[in-house]
């Protein structure tokens, strides 16, 4: 691939989340409620080794499914933002910039009442 077509993210743009994305949390709280349903659904009792065993595998599937979720979201969130990015630069002539405006401009006049 020649290096011009070639197409970099921004510098100072965040592509990753750094905390505990909502579909990781939603996955583990799923999982949770998942295994809790399932056991009152069979009657079985809630503190038994075989249930603990399976409150831990639906947290730890919750909790993957959850980050495969984030990782398809930050995938597809980062690739329309490289197209977005690369519009921009090969159309700069459809991005001008405007003029800043001034705060008389923006603001109402004020008068006060004395």
Not at 6 to 31: C, H, K, M, Q, S
Not at 72 to 78: A, E, G, K, S, V
């Amino acid at each position: 691939m020649a290096e011009s077509n070639r197409v970099t993210p921004w510098e100072d743009y965040n592509y990753i989340a750094r905390l505990p994305d909502f579909w990781e949390v939603t996955g583990v709280v799923g999982g949770i409620a998942l295994c809790r349903t399932y056991q009152a659904a069979n009657l079985r009792p809630l503190n038994t080794n075989a249930s603990r065993m399976m409150f831990v595998g639906y947290i730890i599937g919750g909790y993957l499914i959850g980050k495969a979720a984030t990782v398809l979201r930050n995938n597809f969130q980062t690739r329309r933002q490289l197209f977005l990015e690369d519009y921009v630069d090969k159309h700069p002539e459809d991005f001008t910039s405007a003029e800043p405006k001034k705060f008389k401009e923006v603001l109402w006049e004020w008068k006060p009442h004395r």
